[in-house]
């Protein structure tokens, strides 16, 4: 099973190993720092032994990375691992953003549902069931979100179930979640929130959030 270094440093930008299957243009990784699209969380970009990775997907508890034709990797061949760092530091940051606005609107509306999720390395979006504007949150959930931040709180991440690959993170006074993407160390790294909302059908509300950089 491919050893997920992602969780352990989600700050590591290459890596070398070896490849362990390969199955035309799907090639599997004894370890790996290359997180596959889960949670909403898009996949990271960057190449495996020097080819650009066109895919990366969960299968099961394993990850695939799918390659160009003509790649050239066999089992066994040894592979340098390089990610994108400044896509791979905003998709941290706007997960954990999204995961901030999350709690604060279940805190906020109990018995709210969130019906979707997606991090990009742009911005993050989460959509919930709800009836009329949810806008008139905004002006306290971003000035808790400032708050958060600025008190540089330690964002804790681990797993709950090792076997089944369960994590979560956990924000002392603030909020345990269960997770399995990447996370910065600290709120600090998250910044300044900005949110806008976007209607998406009859009870459906869309929160879009942004860094303001």
Known sequence: M????????????????????????????????????????????????????????????????????????????????????????????????????????????????????????????VDFAHEGSIAALFPQIEQEAAALSQADLPIVTAFTDEAAQRRYWEVAGFARMACGGTHPRSTAEIGLLKLKRKNTGKGKERIEISLVE
């Open 2 to 125: 491919t050893s997920k270094l992602f969780w352990q440093d989600p700050y590591r930008t290459t890596l070398t190993t070896r490849v362990t299957a390969v199955d035309n243009r799907r090639v599997h990784l004894a370890e790996t720092i290359f997180f596959a699209f889960s949670g909403g969380q898009e996949s990271d970009a960057g190449t495996i032994g020097g080819q650009p990775v066109l895919a990366a997907e969960k299968d099961g508890l394993e990850i695939v990375y799918t390659l160009a034709d003509g790649h050239g990797l066999q089992v066994g061949s040894e592979v340098e691992i390089h990610i994108d760092w400044e896509r791979r530091y905003r998709l941290m940051r706007l997960h954990f953003a999204a995961e901030m606005v999350l709690q604060m609107v279940y805190r906020l509306c109990p018995g709210i549902e969130r019906i979707g999720a997606h991090i990009s390395a742009d911005k993050a979006r």
